[in-house]
């Protein structure tokens, strides 16, 4: 047992706490340092997942629950209930880990010179929240006990609450409650999935027992240990044969549902939430427009991403019965978000707004991948999340740049910045081609996949018209590079403008914030077995395989 | 011929209840709302000695019970008037109606 | 029972009894010119009495005698009250302004020594008595905590709103007495003095007029639903300090008295009475939180909350120890868990009100919190940290108590006849959690975002600054290290369990009131 993934998490935590004691002017260096800390521990984790061989398969684990890096210990326990300090990492995990560490450090970079900066206000609590923010998210893609990753998952609402609310624009109170409100919303139903798993595993665990006679069972996927009482692992959740026999019996219900049918929903509606889907995702636009932009960034990077993150390790492994009753109708949720962020989007005059609403239509794609059940769409829907965790920030670093300078985001305003920032302009280019979804940067694969992804799920039953599903979804590509291509004629082409002439090119800091992402836009679009595909395909597979088996199972 | 009986205690007591309730919603003045409070108080007591009586407890309970609720009655009598009379100090009334700056 | 045995037994109360009796007299001397002194001697006072309490630890066995019997859940009350006293002695420190600081303290000390006796009481008539020692003090505590007419209103308003449910309860307890033939709450030496009808194992009519009395008798106590009306009035006129107290005490005093009632039919409630406490439960926490979100007046914001936290206590209740132990299961364990932070937590928001002053007095509405953050950021956080655990948020204790009343409701096995009816109550106020977050969190966002030209200026002394210190504190270590509490919560219900376990040996069954028939094993 190693403690890198405890490092990873709690370094952040160190540098908050070091932020605490060391001088005002000090405490930027301090938390750019921490977060760079994290990242390099972080890519540390690399070897782990290379060297598994050609092909797939080999990378990560020949079973779904074969994990790395694991740590456990028990946190608080009962009579008959453990919550563990349960970290682990694999397929799932790995590139979401990578992925937050890399956006929390490119973050923390644009945070160095924020306007409250100047008047010397405040600086020393953002940054202590900001890297409280990176631990709860780090913790949320490592902690595979249900307990410990709520805790994550609520804790990090605090920070982001308090770096929206406080440094946010001039609607920051309304935009901070009401992220809040919706994230707390959803998370009380998963507070009642939590509770209610737990009871319900402990019932078939009770019975099997008494059954059998024994006084335990095994578990199912760690070797020579068994089982006395309910249990919060993700993992054994899944996995346990006992358990989800129970979990997606028909005969089992909770409030006379079908408890499968019932608790996917309860959590497919915390997690659709922070993906977000239509028709929870009104909350989005208005935080993302009164975050400040470093606030943004891990917004559109990573925030997003634990909502589709949870799709993954909850709501399909453990109840696989209910993503086959759901899958048509949550189909065809991610088709209309695909298609109304898109309107939306292209209805923005706020240049900020239109990188929002773009989120809500790039993770209408993540929704439909996972929601066809197909090898395609789980594998595009995982790339789209880190195409879309590399190109969103970007795209709203580059409002920012420009918001630095105009201080204000109107598009129509615009004109000509490619040839007054002439730097800026071709950086700005590749984030936003990559947000289009170019052949040959990141954006592309991901929506090629979950479109085939949703082409292979024709002959499954569940999902009628999937065909036409995935011309709806390919159709839309359309409309992105509509609102993109005509986004960037009204900002970055046409004639100069008198008022911007004076605007100095992208800074040292800028680019170095800028380039990697576009860097990694590029090498996603071009070597997507090597930089994604390799590291998830085998978790994902094994996942899929074993929710298709739990679902041809039971009848 | 009539015998009375428990059930008829009890009804009395059920209507000084009702009658010291109404009282309380009426009255508009304190020492009023007062006087129907020991009302529903002493129907309280009407009760327990009835049930002590028609129940025959050789510890007699209920009725040591009405003695203790007839002390309190008078100790809570002193306290209203104290705070009446900080009222009127306050108010210079001890009409109810008039202390409404509470929005209630 | 010898009487010295009696007497070191109560020797808590009996401590808080001569404290609060000396510092009455102190007050009138020269000492009390002395700012800290009265309250110093009242801290005093109260730490003497939890150290005899925990030195003394948990009663092995129970101890009854003379319409008392000192149990677990004597053990925990008093501990617990006492703990909170003394933060909130902390907070009062400087109030009131007059000259009239001995009497304040010592009714206090003589409020909470009614929350003690509440614990103690197994007689029907002691346990009426403990709860208008409650009360009474309170009276006068509101008219004297400060010089404002709104303060004299608060208390006549609070003081016939509480006689009046005094007398209610009375009366309801009369009605007991008549159904059971004694006062006696539980019968010690095995079983309850059953009120049930032993034909049809139901109560009786007379019984359950007697009942429902009772219940709302102490409704009113705890501020619940439709008998909630005083709160906010009584809330917003009292000064800040004091009102942390009249959240806590009355309500624990409550509670404890409830809990005593439900077990006295060994939880065994006709299914009326459960829907009735369900839908009381159900409206008190929704009526609460939604009215909240309407309140402009952070005191009358933080009265409605107290009203849900009702809400939330009473589906705890309702749940009872009947599904098993430990706070997990026992929804008595988490009702004591859960009254216990609400305590700290709720001072520590009134607490955080009575640290900011403007030109004319406290901070009255949401805008007056305005910009306070920077003023005081340490104050502030303490405030969010409070607030947080109101709503029952990670990483505080307050979302520890709602996890075990959530867990509590889902225990029961699904063939129990209410368990739907309980899941659904707990799914409501989880509900309930995210409307609260709307005007919580506005609180948290006047301190933090809100601007003000001329925001509220720090007052108070260190000492409630110390007590706010202390709440806060006390939400994050309890959310890390539950078990200390949820432990004693769990301990403190064994005397429940058992009397729930031995509901069906009936000491005395008949309620035929015509021609009595009366076969009472003597106690």
Known sequence: MDHLLSWIIFVPTLGAILCLFVPKRQVRVVAVTASLAALILSLLLFPTFLGGGEGAAGYSGSHYGELHHVERHEWITGSNLAIEYFLGIDGLGFPLLILTTLVAFLACLASWNMESWKVGKGIRAYFVLFLLLETGMLGVFVSLDFFLFYIFWEVMLLPMYFLIGVWGGERREYAAIKFFLFTLGGSVLMLVALVAMYFYSDGALASEMQRTGADAVASGYRDGVALTHGTFDLIELATNKVIQGHFNAASTVFLGLKFSTCMFMFLFIGFAIKLPVVPFHTWLPDAHVQAPTPVSMILAGVLLKMGGYGFLRLCYPIFPTGGETWAFLLAVIGIVSILYGALCAMAQTDFKKLVAYSSVSHMGYVLLGIAVMTEAGFQGAMFQMIAHGISSPMCFFLVGVVYDRAHHREINRFGGLWMTMPRYGTLATIGFFASLGLPGLCGFIGEVWVILGTFAAKDNPAMPWAPTMAVLAASAVVLTAGYILWLIRRVYLGREREEYQSFPDVSARETMILVPMAVLSIALGIFPMQTVFNFTNGTLDNMLRHVVQVIGLVP | ?104 | MPASNLLTQLLPELILLVGACGLLFLGATRLAASRSFLPFAGVLVLVAALVVTIRRGEPDGSFAAMGLWISSLTHYVRWVALSVGILILLVNWYLPVQEERGEFVALILLSLLGVLLTASANDWLVLFFAIELVSIPTYILIALSRLDQRAAEASVKYFFLGALSAAILAFGLSFLYGASGTTQIQHIAGGVISLTLPSTGELGSIAMIGFLFVLAGLAFKVAAVPFHVYAPDVYEGAAAPITGMLGFVPKLAGFVALIKLFAAIGWNLPIEIKWLVWILAAVTMTAGNVIALLQDNVKRMLAYSSIAHTGYMLVALLIGPVAGEGPMHDGVAALLFYIAVYGAMNLGAFAMIASFGRKHGELETLDDMNGIASQAPAVALALAICVFSLMGFPPTAGFIGKLYILTAAFSFSADHAFAQPLLVLAIVAVVNTVISAGYYLRIVAAAYVGKSSTPANPTGGFTLRWGLAVCSLAMLVLFVWPRGLAGQASRATAAIHDSVSAAHTVVRVDTDFGNAQVDRTSP
């Open chain 2, 1 to 104: 011929m009539l015998t009375i009986g428990l059930t008829h205690y009890l009804i009395v007591a059920a209507v000084l209840f009702c009658t010291g309730l109404f009282t309380m919603i009426t009255k508009r003045n304190a020492i009023g709302i007062l006087i129907g409070v020991e009302l529903v108080l002493n129907s309280a007591n009407v009760n327990l000695v009835a049930f002590d009586r028609y129940l025959g407890s050789e510890r007699m309970d209920g009725q040591i019970v009405a003695l203790f609720a007839i002390v309190l009655a008078a100790a809570e009598a002193a306290l209203a008037v104290g705070i009446c009379i900080n009222v009127y100090k306050n108010l210079a009334t001890i009409d109810v109606d008039s202390a409404s700056q509470l929005q209630g």
